[in-house]
């Protein structure tokens, strides 16, 4: 049995199940494995199958775990890219990378400097959230690969 099977057997052993707590707050093994559906579903509409990297500005927040469990369970690459460097080492990193998608929470797509770059490379951007639970769209790129 390959990882990406065996973390998505975990995550539907009981999907009710309380796995992270943060603020007070318990995510569901249910919610992260939403979060990694949602993701997979939105690179597949993309043309992004199994192999590609995916650069994720990480952060101690559950959606993250979902995000990375997520993309491990469906044979993705995870490059993490550290949010709290500071703006312009971040923005350098990026750049460096020309990542095809960007993941990121909320909070992090408030940055416009960090949706400039978005527009500036034509990656797709994602943003996540715990509660609900949700992965969306906040750029496309013209034409993966």
Do not use: Y
Request: charged share 20%.
């Amino acid at each position: 049995m390959k990882l990406g099977e065996h973390l998505t057997a975990i995550l539907e052993i009981d999907p009710s199940a309380p796995a992270v707590e943060f603020h007070d707050h318990w995510t569901t093994w249910g919610d992260l494995a939403s979060i990694g559906q949602q993701l997979d579903a939105l690179l597949l509409g993309a043309g992004l199958g199994a192999g590609i990297p995916v650069a994720c500005l990480l952060r101690t927040r559950p959606e993250h775990i979902g995000v990375v469990l997520g993309l491990l369970g469906t044979d993705r690459t995870v490059v993490t890219v550290n949010p709290q460097q500071g703006a312009d080492k971040l923005l350098a990193d990026l750049r460096a990378l020309r990542p095809m998608v960007i993941v990121a929470d909320d909070d992090a797509w408030q940055s416009t400097e960090l949706v400039a770059v978005l527009d500036e490379l034509e990656t797709i951007g994602i943003a996540v959230r715990a509660t609900p639970p949700t992965a969306t769209l906040v750029g496309v790129r013209d034409r993966p690969g």
